[in-house]
């Protein structure tokens, strides 16, 4: 048995009481938070004792949409002002030329950023696989870094001599598509609390993939008992595809393909409307909200407020890196409430005419981060800090140029300019210490990253 006790910090709990806790400390055993509360009231020894005074300590993020393998073309320049669907046709032929290694390394690159935001658990999605390449090669890497994953096995079977709009080299066969994704369930997926790896069905998005794909991944995926995920009501763009190739909008089209339910969530889900808000709370699916991504791509604001009110789960994410050219998620949680705040100005939201109307604040942001990404993954085990759950958090030392002149700690690091982070632990584990990535060599990570990338480009 391994303990480790944080003392001194100001403890962010975001429990059901949302206990926020001055000279607070975390007493963690075997990876497990064992106690949470104010430092004189814990265990005074341990196997390691970190004071953590001067810090905020939060629950770790939780990352619910990514695609890891896009850091390797961040602005590239014929994609950086171009719309969702001339982006993707733009670099769906640099894509097609992805290695193994590519997506071994990209995977480090991705979850090293992240950690370094305070990201404990993340969820890519990972659709095509040219070369050889695996989402065994994913799993693979993520191990190494030691942050959670939810592996998505992402597809796409409708090519454009289908009316679909990848091109036809990087699309695969149905049946190639459903018996992978039961081998990697077999193989790879952890149902028990505290997994760091499960795996999730995702075909890539209704313009990608055919009815019936989706029809047999809800079926292989409720058979096993894992989540299903896919893009949605992204933009103007897939709203009008789905009414001319299927006969409804996004979320009716869900509906017909049995893709709702609290085992269900969407990536963006942007344009929708009223009554399509009340069939996502009415089954319990959750939304990836990414905001970063939505303004990068001209895509839309997401109706945020108007999920949460109406009780749909909504978590956030940084999504690809091609759209987003980070993997920041501390910034997304920033960009959340600042586009919800933007929004409220477009919509002619004033306190003065609605007072029961409030503007979005750094603290809901931050439950978008934490208990709502980890509600949107169907986990119960991670988002809080408190007895039972994983040890799982990040730590700011407020003691920094960025931070000064801040009176609330906790909402310094949401309204200041999103930084790396101080600690990112993971089962009890560092994954960042010291502002320093624990687990991979950065230097040598970032030149085999930029040799890959320029292979791209130039091949």
Not at 66 to 75: K, P
Not at 97 to 120: H, M, N, V, Y
Not at 418 to 445: C, F, I, P, W
């Amino acid at each position: 048995m391994t303990t480790l006790l944080i003392k001194n910090a100001y403890i962010v709990t975001m429990d059901d009481h949302q206990r926020e806790i001055a000279e607070g400390g975390l007493f963690i055993r075997d990876g497990v938070i064992e106690q949470v509360g104010v430092t004189r009231d814990l265990p005074l020894t341990a196997d390691e004792v970190l004071d953590l005074t001067g810090h905020v300590v939060l629950p770790g993020l939780v990352n619910t949409h990514h695609h890891f393998y896009q850091t390797l073309t961040r602005a590239v320049p014929a994609a950086q002002d171009a719309n969702l669907f001339n982006w993707l046709k733009t670099l769906y032929p640099i894509w097609a030329k992805l290695q193994p290694d590519d997506i071994f390394t990209s995977t480090q690159t991705a979850l090293s950023e992240l950690a370094l935001s305070g990201c404990t658990t993340a969820s890519d999605h990972l659709y095509l696989f040219p070369n050889g390449s695996k989402l065994d090669d994913e799993i693979a890497a993520a191990l190494e870094v030691g942050v959670r994953l939810q592996a998505s096995r992402g597809s796409m079977s409708l090519g454009e001599s289908k009316g679909g709009l990848p091109p036809d080299s990087v699309v695969d066969t149905e049946e190639n598509i459903l018996k992978d994704s039961q081998r990697l369930i077999e193989k790879y997926h952890d149902a028990k609390p505290g997994a760091m790896t499960q795996i999730v069905l995702a075909p890539c998005s209704p313009f990608s993939v055919t009815s019936d794909l989706m029809k047999q991944s809800a079926k292989l995926a409720r058979e096993y008992g894992v989540h299903l995920h896919t893009h949605l009501a992204e933009t103007e763009d897939e709203e009008q595809f789905c009414q001319q190739m299927f006969g409804h909008r996004p979320v009716g089209y869900m509906q017909e393909v049995d893709w709702v339910g609290g085992d269900v969530w969407f990536a963006h889900a942007v344009w929708v409307n009223d009554e399509e808000i009340q069939v996502f709370a009415k089954h319990d699916c959750g939304v990836a909200h990414c905001p970063t991504s939505n303004m990068r791509l001209a895509s839309g604001i997401a109706p945020v407020k108007e999920y949460r009110a109406a009780g749909v789960n909504v978590g956030l994410g940084v999504d690809g890196s091609a759209s987003n050219d980070g993997s920041n998620l501390l910034a997304e949680v920033r960009n959340a409430m600042l586009v919800s705040r933007v929004k409220d100005g477009m919509t002619g939201y004033s306190l003065s005419n609605d007072p029961n109307r409030k503007l979005m604040t750094a603290r809901q942001a931050l439950h978008l981060g934490t208990r709502g990404g980890a509600a949107v993954l169907g986990r119960t085990d991670i988002g809080s800090l408190e007895a039972g759950k994983c040890a799982d958090f990040f730590a700011v030392n407020l003691n920094k140029l960025a931070y000064t002149g801040m009176h609330d700690p906790v909402s310094a690091i949401v309204f200041g300019q999103s930084m790396n982070v101080d600690y990112t632990v993971v089962n009890g584990k560092y994954v960042v210490r010291q502002g320093q990535l624990a687990t991979v060599d950065e230097h040598k990570l970032i030149e085999r990253h930029n040799k890959a990338a320029k292979r791209l480009l130039t091949a």
